[in-house]
Nanobody
Framework: QVQLVESGGGLVQPGGSLRLSCAAA????????MEWYRQAPGKERELVAR????????YTLDSVKGRFVISRDNAKNTLYLQMNSLKPEDTAVYYC?????WGQGTQVTVSS
């Protein structure tokens, strides 16, 4: 079955960096459009970034553009989200998604 397992979240100070990973299994990852979403407390889940199967197309939410980079390693069936210059407003649970399938999420907390 489809498995999406996120990791790499944690507590970081403002201005810091984290790299999230999403290990995928159970579907043809190397042709899959993949996405990162996030949900902050009391807010709706929002799309942060997406990437096509061969990394020729990416989309990044305006509020994180220039700070977050989505990438993938098809040899490892893994999706990444490099997050730099983190701000308190980036605090959320981050999820990876393929089609209608979601991972369990990983918590990112940006606080001093």
């Amino acid at each position: 079955q489809v498995q999406l397992v996120e990791s790499g979240g944690g507590l970081v100070q403002p201005g810091g960096s984290l790299r999230l990973s999403c290990a995928a299994a159970g579907f043809p990852f190397n042709t899959a459009f993949m996405e990162w979403y996030r949900q902050a407390p009391g807010k709706e889940r929002e799309l942060v970034a997406r990437i096509d199967g061969v990394s020729t197309y990416t989309y990044t939410l305006d509020s994180v553009k220039g700070r977050f980079v989505i990438s993938r390693d098809n040899a490892k069936n893994t999706l990444y989200l490099q997050m730099n210059s983190l701000k308190p407003e980036d605090t959320a649970v981050y999820y990876c998604k393929w089609a209608l399938n979601w991972g369990q999420g990983t918590q990112v907390t940006v606080s001093s």
